[in-house]
């Protein structure tokens, strides 16, 4: 018989002030670009807590990194899919390194590119050792497609920690949300190796980026 489920779901109202001490802190370090990697053997030392942004195309990532750091333009966004197109490295203080990964699922590249692309992706999430967490992101309104589960289901065997994140949360009503909190469960309940807190975020209005902030800093 199944095990009884529960998800626990971080939705608005933000923490409190108090509650993102943790998260104010790390987030108020000097924040800088390092470097983009398209090789492995370009990856920096494993000498930091790492954290990746991961998800398709236009999903969000490079916007959520800017509303993390609270900076405009640290991370490279666009309209046009296909914008970030290296492994992006940014350091937080001496601790830490956010990184942003390329978009997957965007059609209109390269045959080429698009597999050297993968086999590095594939590559950096299944081997890189000081990796705490991957965030996967899903937009809220499109919902997870084949191409996410196929990463869901890599990060899943590879026994890589993983917890998905729900973004432009702002473009959904407010009657739409338990619908979503649905889909969300029905996602993660796939995959064991995830974490059952999901965060929903939005990048325009901010909702959500504190106990992101929080969930960062409390990795060792
Ligand atoms: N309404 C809304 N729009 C958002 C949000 N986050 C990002 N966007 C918009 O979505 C588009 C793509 O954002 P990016 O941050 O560049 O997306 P990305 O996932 O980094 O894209 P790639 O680098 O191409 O993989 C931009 O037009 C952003 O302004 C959000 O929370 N709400
Ligand atoms: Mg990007």
Redesign the pocket.
């Known amino acids: 018989m199944d095990q009884p489920f529960k998800l626990t779901i971080t939705t608005p109202p933000e923490l409190s002030f108090e509650q993102n001490a943790a998260g104010r802190k790390l987030f108020t370090e000097d924040i800088t670009f390092l470097k983009g990697v398209v090789h492995t053997s370009e990856l920096p030392p494993l000498d930091r807590v790492e954290v990746c942004f991961c ?1 398709r ?7 959520l990194i800017n509303s993390l750091t609270n900076r405009k333009n640290l991370a490279r ?3 046009t ?4 197109q290296e492994i992006n490295y940014f350091c937080i203080g001496m601790t830490h390194y956010l990184v942003d990964l ?2 997957y699922g965007y059609a209109k590249m390269p045959k080429k590119i698009k597999m050297r692309r993968q086999k590095l992706m594939a590559a950096y999430l299944r081997g890189r050792a000081s990796l705490r967490r991957v965030f996967v992101l899903i937009d809220a309104r499109i919902g997870a497609k084949i191409i996410d589960h196929e990463l869901l289901q890599l990060l899943n065997d590879s026994a890589v920690p993983f917890q998905l994140i729900y ?2 949360i ?2 959904i009503k407010s009657d739409q949300r338990s619908k979503l909190m649905q889909l969300a469960e029905e996602t993660i309940r796939k995959y064991p190796v995830g974490l059952t807190e999901v965060i929903f ?4 209005t901010k909702s959500g980026i504190t106990n992101l902030q929080k969930a960062i800093a409390e990795l060792e």
């Open positions: 998800g195309s236009n999903v969000g990532k490079s916007s966004t666009s309209n899919p296909g914008r970030t390329p978009g973004t432009k702002d473009k975020t939005s990048s325009k």
